[in-house]
């Protein structure tokens, strides 16, 4: 069984601050991580992923995410938030069966203000 | 949203019908899934196909079918036996055989709203 934990529903971060969107996740083996982010009745779209490697994964828009064996977590994070961040954000993990599931995390509501 | 197309939009259907989502994609992918998502419940899984005319059932997969005819085609029914059916859903497609770590691709979503 597999497992995804977003602690936040909703973070509150002032433009130009660095913000950090929580994630710890449950897995067994290694763990194949995903962030996403969605805007309002839109799709997903894909931000980064960590297979393996390097703990810090740089994605798009200038987000970053840490991967971290002994916490269980990948936070997602910027280093200065622009209001045009704020969305919906996922944070998935791969299913370690056929099929390449994913399960997701039930998503944190990022606003950053003026 | 990348090469992946929902229709409609917007679905309204009576209570006691079935409905058909589309959802077609021509980024030549392996594989593609339906995911239903609820307010503050994130996303869950449908139905997922890894090749033509395979598929398999994921989480909530009651009260819906698929077909997987063609590789770039992957319709969702939506049929009486939903109890809920109101809500937002996406269709995924995912390049790559089982076991690659590559991501999903999202359309851009269909709301389905039971009159």
Same mark, same amino acid.
């Given at each position: ?8 529903? &909703?973070?509150? %971060?002032?433009?130009?601050? !660095?913000?950090? %969107?929580?994630?710890?996740?449950? %897995? ?9 982010? &969605?805007? !309002?009745?839109?799709?997903? &779209? ?30 997602? =994070? =910027?280093?200065?938030?622009? %209001? ?16 390449? =599931? ?8 990022? =606003?950053?203000?003026? | 949203?990348?090469?992946? +197309? @929902? ?5 309204? /259907? ?5 409905? +058909?989502?589309?959802?077609? @994609? ?10 239903? @998502? ?17 598929? @398999? ?10 077909? /997987? ?9 939506? +049929?009486? *036996?939903?109890?809920?059916?109101? *809500?937002?859903?996406?269709? *995924? ?19 389905? +709203?039971?009159?």
């Amino acid at each position: 069984a597999q497992s995804v934990a977003q602690p936040e529903d &909703q973070v509150n %971060v002032a433009e130009g601050n !660095p913000l950090t %969107v929580k994630c710890t996740y449950s %897995v067994s083996g290694n763990p194949y991580l995903f962030w996403y982010v &969605q805007y !309002p009745n839109r799709g997903l &779209q894909f931000l980064l992923k960590y297979i393996t490697g390097d703990n810090l994964v740089k994605g798009s828009y200038g987000f970053e995410a840490e991967f971290n064996k002994s916490q269980t977590s990948f936070h997602l =994070k =910027k280093p200065s938030a622009l %209001v045009s961040d704020s969305a919906l954000y996922f944070c998935a993990v791969r299913s370690t069966g056929g099929g390449n =599931k994913l399960t997701f995390g039930t998503g944190t509501q990022l =606003k950053v203000e003026l | 949203d990348g090469g992946i +197309t @929902q229709s409609p939009k917007y679905l309204f /259907r009576k209570e006691g019908q079935n409905v +058909t989502l589309s959802c077609e @994609q021509n980024l030549n992918h392996d594989a593609m899934y339906w995911y239903r @998502q609820d307010p503050g419940q994130g996303l869950r899984l449908i139905y997922y196909s890894q090749i033509v005319n395979d598929f @398999q059932k994921g989480d909530i997969a009651e009260g819906y079918s698929v077909s /997987r005819e063609k590789k770039e085609s992957f319709p969702l029914t939506v +049929t009486s *036996a939903q109890k809920n059916p109101t *809500a937002f859903y996406l269709c *995924a497609s995912r390049a790559g055989a089982s076991g690659y770590n590559n991501e999903q691709f999202f359309g851009p979503g269909t709301r389905l +709203t039971v009159l």
